[in-house]
């Protein structure tokens, strides 16, 4: 399961930038909702990672890691807001999003190997 370990480090790492980032942006008294809206959605991709990665069914993991997903592609349409409205800056957002992206390529993969296995399990 090395994808799983990929995706729970690059979670865990996203969630720091983002948690440095807001922190950065409660200093300087920019946009509270939006800056807890990225905090929770940010954080909550790698907490419903290790969740999954706790479950102990099949249908359960799936179902985890697909909320991981939706909060990645959430977190994804923040940074994009927040970039395009100048909130933060253009290289912050392009590496953010960058790391974003890979970690919604990578959930998506893995949920669409898990769904192709369980399919064709319960086809034979």
Same mark, same amino acid.
């Given at each position: 399961?090395?994808?799983?370990?990929?995706?729970?480090?690059?979670?865990?790492?996203?969630?720091?930038?983002?948690?440095?980032?807001?922190?950065?942006?409660?200093?300087?008294?920019?946009?509270?909702?939006?800056?807890?809206? !990225?905090? =929770?959605?940010?954080?909550? /991709?790698? %907490?419903?990672?290790?969740?999954? @990665?706790?479950?102990? #069914?099949?249908?359960? $993991?799936?179902?985890?890691?697909?909320?991981?997903?939706?909060?990645?592609?959430?977190?994804?349409?923040?940074?994009? !807001?927040? =970039?395009?409205?100048?909130? /933060?800056? %253009?290289?912050?957002?392009?590496? @953010?999003?960058?790391? #974003?992206?890979?970690? $919604?390529?990578?959930?998506?993969?893995?949920?669409?190997?898990?769904?192709?296995?369980?399919?064709?399990?319960?086809?034979?």
């Amino acid at each position: 399961m090395k994808q799983e370990n990929i995706i729970k480090k690059k979670s865990y790492a996203l969630a720091i930038s983002v948690i440095n980032l807001c922190l950065c942006m409660s200093r300087q008294h920019k946009d509270p909702f939006l800056t807890r809206q !990225l905090l =929770r959605s940010g954080t909550s /991709i790698g %907490a419903n990672v290790r969740e999954a @990665l706790a479950e102990t #069914t099949h249908r359960d $993991v799936v179902y985890k890691m697909s909320i991981a997903l939706k909060e990645a592609k959430e977190t994804a349409y923040l940074l994009h !807001l927040m =970039r395009d409205t100048k909130l /933060i800056r %253009a290289d912050t957002g392009a590496q @953010l999003l960058k790391d #974003t992206g890979e970690i $919604v390529r990578l959930l998506s993969k893995m949920l669409i190997t898990s769904r192709a296995g369980a399919k064709s399990h319960i086809d034979n």
